[in-house]
């Protein structure tokens, strides 16, 4: 069976773009070797403990891992004697340490008697390496790990986005320009996994971390003479005054810590996969091929659905903005009936006054002022951009309890037919200790809420028993459970995109309502911004390795696939790579403009998710050493996919294109849109 689409179309009528998707006949499976470890093998057996003075060793059949109480260095050997420091002696006065005890179970313990932090460490059967605990006295911090400057570490791997493979002497990131040393990023609201790492100089080694204590902890990078430092700080507070970090090696693969992540996460019996979600609610599984794309203006009428379809868009999540033109039952019955899922957008963290409400998503009748969260100084917490308050979580659970206002609202959201709901900052992480008399939370009640609320919107509680299709913002890990699909989760995100997004005059302003430059208007970022955002070499498919088959993540919805045309080559077969849906802003003017090159990409992107969409990522390889040629596997041989980022042709693959090999089946190529 062979199918060939040549797209002619341009984006937006300012440049021109062309996407070829190309269906051959069946071919052997191609081997993941040779190159860098495929897949991040993690020993499974629980390390055996002993001391060796201040030493602690724990070590299984392959690896071993060592700390040192006095100091906390440690390191992580391979049973041929290979080594790498994981981390460097910790930069926070501790005192002197207790001689350390180990008991019959092999669990170890020690204490600095002079700062009030004491330790314990045990094997972690989930991963083969260790599990530390610090206990300390609140107002006190520690800094652990961190990274060595011994020349033994290569690179450094961190969830921002789906996930970015840092080289510690790489010149761009060690200057101010990149934005990767200007602020620490909170794990608990700044990244999407609570979990990082670090590859050795040579193959075949590396380590993982994880915290399960992601409030009050934040991964911070300084350059020292011309090498990254990755520092994890944890504040000792009320809230949270443990700190426990599980160490484990690795392989050496860039995505080792995000594999470590799943393996933890699976055995606490904390992960639900897409084909469950399905299983609950069968209409989950229409977001299985289906790219995500928010309508304006001619884009919310009936006749664009035919559009759409005229356009083979065989599958679609359509997202309409909170601006008060919702789209009518005849627009989401007819979506529906051509197997796409038509979604409110909504936010229950804002609220502002009903009189002047810019938002209807922000109008809390009985809410504003007195469901605003209160700062420690008793004022109310203003909200994103200043505008109104952070709405309490705890307060809004009180107001659906007394009179039902999240009921009402989702209920009048869905009245015309959606099957779907996209909640705003729900899953991103942004939490609030709220110290008002009426309505008190900590970070953890607020985190408990929230995920108990998308529980709720999933499973038909707020709808009338009508099960929705959940997504949220940028969904840390911790949410994954709740909700179904991530919008921005894919995206990696640096301080100055907040400053180009606040410039109207190139980015673009939330006006005409039709037809909104902040979302239409191609712009170009700086190229510093760009390329630590958008580098293929530098990304890594962190996110979807733990994650893949249990949510579907998107980039951000202004971000759109046609927002940024100088990188739209590199994001395109990036997200495919991935096996992500890519992102779109869409009116009947674009999607006119660009009916062929929507039409190859999502047939393409339906191709790869009828082989492997609810299945895991299992492998992860830079073929090349510039590594402009990458290669995933999904669940095990079962998909295989080839990027070419490059200018020439390598294993096979054509430059700027991407090869899919489904095990048993056909293969095809896709060729991405380029400025």
Not at 409 to 424: C, E, H, I, K, P
């Amino acid at each position: 069976m062979t199918k060939y689409l040549q797209a002619r179309a341009g984006v937006s009528g300012v440049v021109a773009v062309s996407a070829v998707f190309l269906l051959g006949a069946c071919s052997l499976v191609p081997s993941l070797l040779p190159g860098k470890a495929p897949v991040s093998e993690i020993p499974l057996s629980a390390p055996t403990i002993r001391l060796e003075g201040s030493t602690v060793v724990a070590s299984t059949d392959s690896f071993g891992t060592t700390i040192d109480t006095e100091t906390l260095a440690a390191k992580v050997t391979t049973a041929s004697g290979e080594w790498m420091t994981v981390s460097a002696p910790t930069t926070t006065d501790l005192g002197n340490s207790t001689t350390p005890t180990v008991s019959a179970g092999g669990e170890v313990s020690w204490e600095y008697p002079t700062t009030g932090v004491s330790a314990t460490l045990s094997p972690d059967d989930a991963t083969g390496g260790v599990r530390v605990l610090f206990r300390g006295t609140v107002g006190r911090d520690i800094d652990w790990p961190v990274t060595s400057t011994d020349g033994t570490v290569r690179g450094v791997q961190y969830a921002n986005g789906s996930g970015q493979d840092i080289p510690v002497r790489d010149a761009f990131w060690n200057a101010p320009a990149a934005g990767l040393t200007a602020e620490p990023f909170d794990f608990a609201g700044d990244l999407t996994l609570p979990a990082w790492g670090v590859t050795a100089n040579d193959d075949g080694l590396g380590a993982a971390f994880s915290t399960s204590t992601d409030i009050d902890t934040r991964l911070g990078f300084a350059s020292e003479a011309g090498t990254l430092v990755a520092t994890s700080t944890h504040d000792f507070t009320d809230e949270e005054p443990h700190y426990e970090v599980v160490v484990s090696p690795t392989n050496g693969n860039p995505v080792g810590a995000a594999t470590a992540y799943r393996q933890a996460i699976i055995a606490q019996s904390d992960f639900v996969t897409l084909d469950e979600k399905i299983t609950a609610n069968p209409v989950v599984g229409n977001l299985i091929g289906a790219p995500h794309a928010y309508v304006w203006g001619t884009g919310r009428e009936v006749k664009m659905i035919a559009a759409m379809q005229d356009a083979d868009l065989t599958g679609l999540w359509i997202g309409y903005d909170s601006d008060g033109d919702v789209p009518s039952s005849d627009f989401v019955a007819a979506g529906t009936r051509a197997g796409y899922l038509v979604a409110p957008y909504d936010s229950w963290a804002n609220a502002q006054d009903p009189a002047t409400s810019d938002t209807p998503a922000s109008t809390w009748p009985g809410l504003y002022p007195e469901g605003c969260v209160q700062g420690p100084d008793g004022e109310q917490v203003p909200g994103f951009g200043g505008r109104g308050c952070y709405l309490s979580s705890a307060a809004l659970r009180k107001a659906e309890e007394d009179r039902g206002v999240i009921t009402d609202r989702v209920q009048a959201l869905t009245q015309n037919g959606a099957r779907s709901y996209f909640l705003d900052v729900d899953a991103a992480g942004q939490l609030f200790t709220d110290t008002s008399a009426d309505h008190p939370q900590t970070r953890h009640e607020d985190r408990a809420i929230r995920l108990e609320r998308m529980r709720q919107l999933t499973d038909g509680t707020y709808g009338g028993g009508q099960r929705l299709v959940v997504g949220s913002e940028s969904a840390a890990a911790w949410a994954a459970s709740s909700i179904a699909f991530s919008h921005g989760s894919s995206t990696s995100v640096y301080p100055d995109l907040w400053a180009a997004q606040a410039d109207a005059e190139s980015w673009g302003a939330y006006w005409p309502k039709d037809r909104p430059g902040f979302f239409f208007r191609p712009t170009t970022l700086d190229t510093d911004l760009s390329r630590a955002m958008f580098d293929p070499v530098y990304r890594i498919p962190m996110y979807e390795t733990a994650l893949h088959d249990s949510v579907i993540s998107t980039d951000r919805w202004e971000l759109s696939a046609e927002k940024v045309p100088d990188a739209r080559f590199d994001r395109t077969l990036t997200a495919l790579l991935y096996n992500e849906p890519l992102m779109h802003t869409l009116d009947a003017e674009r999607v006119a403009a660009e009916a062929d090159a929507l039409a190859a990409e999502q047939a393409f992107f339906a191709f790869i998710q009828r082989a492997a969409g609810t299945k895991p990522l299992t492998g992860f390889q830079r073929l090349t050493d510039q590594g402009l040629v990458q290669r995933t596997a999904f669940g095990g041989d079962a998909l295989v996919l080839t990027a070419n980022f490059g200018a020439v042709e390598n294993y096979g693959v054509a430059p700027g294109c991407i090869k899919a090999v489904v095990k048993d089946d056909d293969d095809a190529t896709f060729c991405a849109p380029s400025a």
